[in-house]
């Protein structure tokens, strides 16, 4: 995954100390119903469209950059679903990181998937029952506070507690 310049910036000060970051998330549907998701070239797994904020970025439209970027689809957000802290991360190069995500519900408008940069192996639709494996652990989260959200906005973004 190629790391921002202003995080490569900030790691020649701070070295490979937590960083508190924050980040987007695009569970993007279909007219059908189905949600798109890439397969991470950093981890294997199938993860809902996501990236770091860049400094000054509005969040919803990082939010459908990221979708363009790496899947090629252009699509518009609906609504805010969820704000949540993810846990610390520790990359292999010793970077450690953690990440406040923004989780937008995201509606398809056009463009055919496809992997559009080197951060996805795979890229596709899929039903929310038959989601493929491995599963990026976030985005069974992300997924759910989308799917809640959406059967009752009412309610506002999930956040924990």
Request: glycine share 10%; net charge negative.
């Amino acid at each position: 995954m190629p790391i921002p310049d202003f995080v490569t910036d900030l790691r020649r000060h701070v070295g490979t100390e937590l960083l508190w970051l924050s980040g987007v998330s695009a569970v993007v549907f279909d007219d059908a119903g189905r949600v798109l998701l890439g397969r991470r070239s950093d981890t294997g797994r199938w993860a809902v469209i996501s990236g770091i904020l860049d400094p000054g970025e509005q969040p919803a439209l990082a939010a459908l950059r990221e979708v363009a970027e790496e899947t090629g689809v252009s699509a518009r957000v609906e609504a805010l679903t969820s704000v949540r802290t993810g846990a610390a991360v520790t990359y292999p190069n010793g970077d450690r990181a953690q990440y406040l995500d923004l989780t937008f519900w995201c509606r398809y408008t056009g463009g055919e998937a496809r992997v559009a940069d080197d951060e996805s192996l795979e890229v596709g639709w899929f039903a929310v029952d038959a989601l493929p494996e491995p599963l990026a652990d976030s985005t069974g989260q992300r997924l759910a506070d989308t799917l809640a959200f959406r059967a009752d906005p009412s309610a506002g973004p999930a956040f924990e507690r």
